[in-house]
């Protein structure tokens, strides 16, 4: 149980297009979703937590109009990353929980290289 | 402000030696604390989750204990498929997971 999926697994694109990426609970209902990016190396770091039908809560320094999320239904969340550049490339994580408060599960991870 | 550190950066173990890893928390509210796995190139997977000092869980061969400031995670004659990074994330009362940098931990055959 506590399945999390994520689409695509990696992505290649080039320097000014957009990006979507998919993150799906796949048998539990997710209260609330969350996206990290984590740097080689490093620790994971939150960008964003969602509530279905409500807006995103951005973190400090997350450029929410350049990191679009959409969290459509209790089941999926969207993370679409506008006008991408270099920078940008990194591992995106979301996670999901099915309470408001305690553990949440992750997915595998997408790979984003930015040309 | 929240703080999580881990300690060692990295660790390298024979198979069947037995170690343990600290994590060290500063945290407001603290609701959970969890502790994960990462492969590289993976996203984290569930371990544990302990919600006030004195309690402990075992899966195999991982126990995970903890005080009011800091949790362990024991490791009873590990094998090489538990080489992996090991991340431990306290929840306070924002919901959210403070990440530490995370233990690397090897397991020589």
């Known amino acids: 149980g506590a399945v999390v999926s994520q689409h695509p697994s990696r992505v290649i694109c080039k320097s000014g297009t957009s990006v979507k990426i998919e993150c799906r609970s796949l048998?539990?209902?997710?209260?609330?979703m969350f996206w990290y990016r984590q740097f080689p190396k490093q620790s994971l770091m939150l960008m964003a937590t969602?509530?279905?039908?409500?807006?995103?809560?951005?973190e400090q320094g997350v450029e929410k109009d350049k990191f679009l999320i959409n969290h459509a239904s209790l089941t999926l969340s969207t993370l679409t990353v506008t006008s991408a550049h270099p920078e940008d490339s990194s591992f995106y994580i979301c996670?999901?929980?099915?309470?408001?408060?305690?553990?949440?599960?992750f997915g595998p991870g997408t790979r984003l290289t930015v040309t | 402000e929240d703080q999580v550190t881990q300690s060692p950066e990295a660790l390298r173990l024979q198979e069947g030696e037995s170690s343990s890893l600290n994590c060290s928390y500063t945290?407001?509210?603290?609701?959970?604390l969890f502790w994960y796995r990462q492969d590289p190139g993976k996203g984290p997977e569930f371990l544990f989750t302990?919600?006030?000092a004195g309690e402990e869980k075992e899966k195999e061969r991982l126990k995970a204990t903890l005080t009011k400031k800091e949790s362990f995670l024991h490791i009873t004659a590990p094998k090489p498929e538990d080489s992996a990074t090991y991340l431990c994330?306290?929840?306070?009362?924002?919901?959210?997971?403070?990440f530490g940098q995370g233990t690397r931990l090897t397991i020589n055959p």
């Open positions: 945290v407001s509210g603290l609701r959970g």
């Open positions: 994330a306290p929840q306070g009362g924002a919901q959210k997971l403070v």
């Open positions: 048998d539990f209902q997710a209260t609330t």
């Open positions: 996670s999901a929980s099915p309470t408001l408060v305690g553990e949440q599960y």
């Open positions: 969602s509530n279905e039908g409500s807006k995103a809560t951005y």
């Open positions: 302990l919600y006030s």
